[in-house]
């Protein structure tokens, strides 16, 4: 059994900050790939940034849209992986989910979610 729980969203300003934290447990074996997707109600969920958890050298991956303003990081020793959002705008509002690509010592790799968490940024 796998958990991805995520945390640190809320209701902010534009122009500020927020920062999410996801962390996962279980019985995880190998952690291949951890990131950020969003939603907003009636639209498709999208990815926002992910890295590999696996080879330092791979660069993440942001959308067009939140270059320049977010970051993702990670720390492996706790599989746990965060996302710095800055100079947030409205069109930020959205549910945040988390996203794991790993294997577990029963199961192959495997894409889990989590509950997500609700930013939401008023002008």
């Not at 577990?104 to 495997?110: A, L, N």
């Amino acid at each position: 059994q796998v958990q991805l729980v995520e945390s640190g969203g809320g209701s902010v300003r534009a122009g500020g900050s927020l920062r999410l934290s996801c962390t996962a447990s279980g019985s995880i074996r190998v952690m291949n790939r951890m990131g950020w997707w969003r939603q907003v109600p009636g639209k498709q969920r999208e990815l926002v940034a992910t890295m590999s958890a696996m080879y330092e050298s791979i660069s993440p991956n942001y959308a067009d849209s939140v270059k320049g303003r977010f970051t993702i990081s990670r720390d492996n020793d706790k599989n746990t992986v965060y996302l710095q959002m800055t100079s947030l705008k409205p069109d930020d509002t959205a549910v945040y989910y988390c996203r794991a690509y790993l294997s577990t010592y029963t199961t192959d790799f495997t894409t889990y979610w989590g509950q997500g968490t609700p930013v939401t940024v008023s002008s």
